[in-house]
């Protein structure tokens, strides 16, 4: 499916409408993609940076993510955002990463670079979103807080290594199933130590108590389920931020705010993620704040 107004296109092939000539070519490819908002953003920052960047939405078949990057890039592609279910694959097929993509073993952002430099140059974003949205926009400052990331799948994967580089005193791992937990532990424990964090793994049973931020990466709201955690892991004046947005976000957002502490969607770490992807892109940085006002704005009237 594609934006209404625009025309369907192939898998695998750009569905947005032509702009301007002279533009550089960027995209997001994801399968399901119809609903990313990272066209709107990028079209803002482009717009707000004075960049010359055309940015569309391409549909990867699930079986055929390789081959979508190659047509990409043959269509003059030049860089890309990648969305579920992606990351692991796009980390694979990067010549050269991030430190912070070998940490979260996840790309979310793709550049194009020349034969030289080896082709295509693999990055993670999303964690520095995050810790920009916390710090920057939502006012927290995380050295030497006690921190709950609930979920240790990809979205968790993504945004430990940042959030432990932010050097909160402690920082506890929970998941469902601890084992997975346990084993992205043991791949951050240096990183950790370099920051001065502690860092533990745990069931979501048993994670502690009265934590200052709580960051849900969980995919249980998707299913319907209750909160993962008991009320005790938050404080009054907790701060809780759940990574999705909308109506996906709203029952864990609802039961943080029912518990006393502040809740935050993860509306602005979606626009501080694309802004560290457009300066990976373009080495310019736009301002966010607009960004993140107008797309809140967009998704609250389409309500
Ligand atoms: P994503 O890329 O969105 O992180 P994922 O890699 O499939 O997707 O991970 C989903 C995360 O949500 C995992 O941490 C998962 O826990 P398990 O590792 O035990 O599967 C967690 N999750 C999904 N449904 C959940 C539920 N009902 N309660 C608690 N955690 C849940």
Known sequence: M???????????????????????????????????????????????????????RVLAPLDGF???????????????????????????????????????QAVNVLR????AAGGWFGDNTDGIGLVRDLEGNAGVVLRGCRVLLLGAGGAG????????????????????????AAALVQRHRDWAGRHGA???????????RGFDVVVNATSSSLGGAAAPVAPGALRPGSL???????AAAQPFLDWARAHGALARDG???????????????????PDTAPVLAALRAEIEGGR
């Open 267 to 285: 509306l602005g770490m979606l626009v501080e993620q694309a802004a560290e992807a457009f300066h990976v892109w373009r080495g310019v940085r």
């Open 112 to 115: 194009l670079d020349g034969p």
């Open 66 to 104: 390789e081959d979508a990057v190659r047509a990409f890039a043959a269509a003059g592609g030049r860089g890309c955002n990648v969305t579920v279910p992606f990351k692991f694959a796009a980390c694979a097929l990067a010549a050269r990463r991030s430190e912070r993509a070998e940490l979260a």
């Open 157 to 180: 994967a993504g945004v430990l290594g940042p959030l432990l580089a932010a050097r909160p005193a402690e920082l506890v791992l929970a998941n469902r199933t601890p084992q997975r």
């Open 2 to 56: 594609s934006e209404p107004g625009l025309p369907p296109g192939p898998p695998g092939l750009p569905t947005t409408a032509a702009p301007a000539l002279a533009a550089d070519l960027y995209a997001v490819l994801g399968n399901p993609v119809a609903h990313s908002r990272s066209p709107f953003i990028h079209a803002r920052f482009a717009a707000q940076t004075g960049q010359a960047v055309r940015y569309d």
């Open 198 to 208: 502690r860092l533990a793994a745990a069931g979501l049973d048993e994670p502690g």
């Open 240 to 246: 809780v931020v759940d990574l999705m947005y909308g």
